[in-house]
DNA sequence: AGCACGCCGACT
DNA sequence: GTCGGCGTGCTC
């Protein structure tokens, strides 16, 4: 018997989604450990690619169906990247978001754990052709690269390897590295130290000096060069003084990069809890060492915060780890900040404004145990963290901890498994519950804590509705109201701040022929083109095509096409014909997408460098700024028209997140909500900051409509260029499934997307509503399996377990 | 995914 | 008759 390594091979498709068996040469056989990464010749042209070992198993080499097994050629790694946890984690989560093995690795680590493949083209005989031979001019390898060669050449180079004289030749490269900066290390003992110093002219101080600095080093003590040279009177060229004379040597020094390098984190103390914050930390604390779930209900300035960091500081006395996950960090560096300024250096936090690097280099403090607390986004939930003793999700109802490619998961859904994994209780956050989470509370399948009070007795900010269709009637179309005008003329001449909202990114707008009604359309998608004044170009938000601004109708040929509608662009323009005096700042994706671009903003904003922040959706989470006391909501209904049973929870959420920016300090807030749906409950209830009569009202209709949470949700969306064939191929699904599927199960579709077409192709979907998750994961693999796609032009099938959205 | 093998049309 | 076009199927 002979002990082989089971690999998950680099190559996401639904025909190598399994573990491949590969023999160790025996120079590897003490090296190779699980949850590595190595080099494996795979296929039958033996192309080196990446694979994870994530099992070993004994087999008789002799027997029939091993005789072709294969050699690792390479480990990658001098210590495991994965652990038993992480890999069984993986093979869960695989088979429950309907993805490969492989993509749910790759989620799982930082993207410097990927491997840069290569080709090289190696001659193994003469080669007669002179153009070949001129290819290689005399190098023993050349790197092939298709784009690079002519056809003719390409063809050539296929024959030659077809007769044995050429042969393709693979590597895999690792591009995992850390940063190294140059340290010095001491190579004296004591009395060489003295012998040298004896050595010394009397005029030699810089060299003295540099003896005197060694003489403190422990032995194989590294000092920073840096250091050397900033804190102590001794110059670079002492430094090669001293390693010419054998006294020092240069060694490199692997540094970190620190994402928060650049923060004035001042150290801070636990905050006197009030009794409802008591409370709920009490009960989290008792719950230490079992996997229980809390959901934290606390209104906004109800100090769920400081009950989280002082359940992780629980935590951390008893030594155990703790994972808090927030929903976009980067979107609210004050949180981090507060951790940080709590827990000081082993806080490690993962986010997407990290550069590569950084984020590298925090999941290696993460994985070497120097950092117990890690503070993240979606992706920070399979931070190598080992002993968690507690996970906190905020704002549990956010959207972002859904990814929305492969692979589909539910940052909550990984992190119950971790909880159960290592016995640890889950904190769930909000203070606008999603009805999932909030209705498993009421059954007692989680435990709720409410805070329903804001701390030092603050009251919540008034807020009042603008009905837009009588605004309508008052005269010309406008953005704002005259009662939001008149709230910002007023902050204004007062110098408060103010905030504004408007619900989602260039929000329609679109270029329109008033003659013939025509409207610009995407050549690949069938989606209307939105207008950017900033690059002056109309683009595609489905697939970035851009084009130039229409001066005549394509239809028509009529010059009288212009835009419709508001994005944030256009409203900045007509602010500033309204209140020309006023400084605003513009915040949406458009002015955002640089690194940092986000930070500085709101840095700014919180210095008064302007009077009114307008913005998207990223101005409503987790701000404070002392001097808003107003917050206006442009266009509160955009989200209820969608086609979506969460039309009225996200509003809901959405309107009661922006009123919390509002008044947070001594000034008493006001928030503006203009809507021409002013009697909706989602509004209505969010004015009146209640969110438990929202919940009842919500379910009672989810409950009709057979919705979640009554009801778990799945969306198949299949496509193809033809659209026939995306039809079909649909229909055919819906009815295999049906006879598979238990009878209360509920069918929609297929239909076409709501956007049919993207990127050329056509997408067809159906939406499963079920009650019992028995055999449906089952059921669903098996669908994949059997309508795995044939090539990039084939039809597609993709699976979407709970979906965020059902467009 | 990427590579080899295999079966059909347009060339020397 | 062969070269090379792409469609099909397999990868320890």
Known sequence: MEQVANVIVDVPAMQTNQPYSYLIPAPLKHTVELGMRVAVPFGRGNRMIQGFVVGFSEVDPTAQENVQLKMIKAVLDLKPVLNQELISLSAWLAHQAYAFQITVLQAMLPSMFRAKYKKYLRPIDEINDPEIQQLFAGRELIEYDETQFTPEQVS???KLQREGCLEFYYEVNNQAKAKTRLGIKSLLDFEQLEEARS?????????????????????????????????????????????????LAKVPMEIYRDPMANYDIKPSQALTLQPDQQAALTAINDAAGQAETFLLEGVTGSGKTEVYLQAMQHTLAQGRTALMLVPEIALTPQMMVRVRSRFGQQVAVLHSGLSVGERY???RRIERGEAKVVVGARSAVFAPLD????????????????????????????????????????????????LESRARAQKGVYQLLRMPKRINQQVMPAVEIVDMREEIKKGPESTFSEALLTALKARLARGEQSVLMLNRRGFSSFMMCRDCGYVLQC???????????DTHSMKCHYCGHEEGIPKMCPNCQSTAIRYYGTGTQKVEQELHELLPEARILRMDLDTTRKKGAHENMLTAFGAHEADILLGTQMIAKGLDFPLVTLVGVLNADTALGLPDFHAAERTFQLLTQVAGRAGR????????????????YAIQLAKAHDYEQFYQQEMQLRHLAKYPPYFFTIKLQGSDLDERTAAQNMSQIGRWLKKRLPADTIFLGPTPRSIARINQRYYYQIVIKYRHQNELDQVLNELLER??????????????REPVSFM
């Open 665 to 680: 300090a001594e000034l008493p807030g006001e928030v503006y909500v203009q809507t021409y749906n002013p009697d909706h």
């Open 387 to 434: 002993n968690i003793g507690l996970i906190i999700m905020d704002e549990e109802h956010e959207t972002t901890y859904k990814q929305e490619e492969n692979p589909r998961y539910h940052a909550r859904d990984v992190a119950m498994w971790r909880s159960q994994y290592y016995q640890a209780p889950i904190v769930l956050g909000s203070a606008t519950p999603s």
């Open 787 to 800: 309508a795995q796609s044939v090539g990039r032009n084939a039809f597609q099938l993709s699976i979407d």
């Open 523 to 533: 050549p690949n998608c069938d989606i209307g083109l939105t207008l950017h004044m």
């Open 199 to 247: 050595g010394l002219t009397k005029a030699a101080h810089k060299q003295s000096g540099l003896l005197s600095l060694l003489q403190t080093l422990a032995p194989e003590q590294v000092v920073a060069k840096e250091q050397i040279l900033a804190t102590y009177d001794i110059s670079e060229a002492v430094i090669t003084t001293g390693a010419k004379k054998g006294w």
């Open 156 to 158: 050539k180079l296929t």
């Open 361 to 363: 280099d925090e999941w």
